[in-house]
C-alpha cells in the first residue's frame, strides 16, 4: 500500500499517516481517528475515517483542544489517550520502539518536550538519575529500551523508590494502567 501522506497547512511539512496499532483500534471502534503531530510552533491535526481523512487544521501548542489527543513527536508516537488524572505525573517510553505512555501525565507540552529532550540528548541520558528537560525535572530510570521519567515534586528517593517498583513490573509500553495504577496509588 503506498503510504498516505498529508501536508501541514500552515508550515507544508509532509506528514506520513502510519496505521499503527493504536490508530487502527481507535479507527476500529469509534470509527474515526484523532491524529496529532508536532510541529514546533504549532500543532497538526488530523482526523480520518476508514475511508479518508476528513479533516486537515492546526493549532497552537497550548490549545486545550488537542491536549488529550495521541501525537506523533518526529518519529515517537505518544499515547494520550485516555489520560488519567493522578499526581504521580509518570510516562513510559519505549526507545526502540518509539511508543510513548504518556497518560499519566496531566500537561501535554511536558510530555512533548520531555521526548523532544530525550531525543536529541539520547547519548547522555543515564541508566538512572535526575535530568532537566527544559525547565522541568524529572527522575529517570532504566532497563534496556524501557525508560520511566517521573517529573520530581517530591524527593528524589521517593521518586526513586516508585520508578523501581514499577520498572520491576512493566513488560512494554504501553503499560498495563490497572497494574501501574495498583503500584503508585
Ligand atoms: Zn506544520
Do not use: W
Not at 520531555?114 to 541508566?127: G, H
Request: hydrophobic share 45%.
Amino acid at each position: 500500500m503506498a503510504p498516505i501522506m498529508i501536508v501541514c497547512p500552515k508550515c507544508r511539512r509532509r506528514e506520513e499517516i502510519k496505521l499503527n496499532e493504536f490508530i487502527l483500534r481507535e479507527l476500529h471502534i469509534t470509527g474515526s481517528a484523532n491524529i496529532a503531530y508536532y510541529h514546533s510552533d504549532h500543532i497538526l491535526y488530523v482526523n480520518m475515517d476508514r475511508y479518508a481523512i476528513r479533516t486537515i487544521a492546526t493549532y497552537d501548542p497550548p490549545s486545550m483542544l488537542i491536549h488529550g489527543l495521541n501525537i506523533y513527536v518526529d518519529e515517537y508516537f505518544v499515547l494520550r489517550q485516555p489520560i488519567i488524572p493522578n499526581d504521580m505525573e509518570i510516562m513510559f517510553i519505549d526507545i526502540k520502539r518509539k511508543v510513548a505512555d504518556a497518560r499519566l501525565v496531566s500537561n501535554h507540552m511536558y510530555a512533548v518536550s520531555l521526548i523532544r529532550y530525550l531525543r536529541i540528548n539520547r547519548k547522555a541520558i543515564p541508566e538512572e538519575g535526575a535530568i532537566n528537560a527544559y525547565g522541568v525535572n524529572y527522575m529517570i530510570k532504566r532497563n534496556g529500551s524501557i525508560l520511566l521519567a517521573k517529573k520530581l515534586k517530591d524527593d528524589g528517593d521517593k521518586a526513586k523508590n516508585i520508578l523501581m517498583r514499577l520498572l520491576a513490573d512493566i513488560k512494554g509500553v504501553p503499560v498495563n494502567l490497572e497494574k501501574v495504577l495498583d503500584i503508585i496509588l
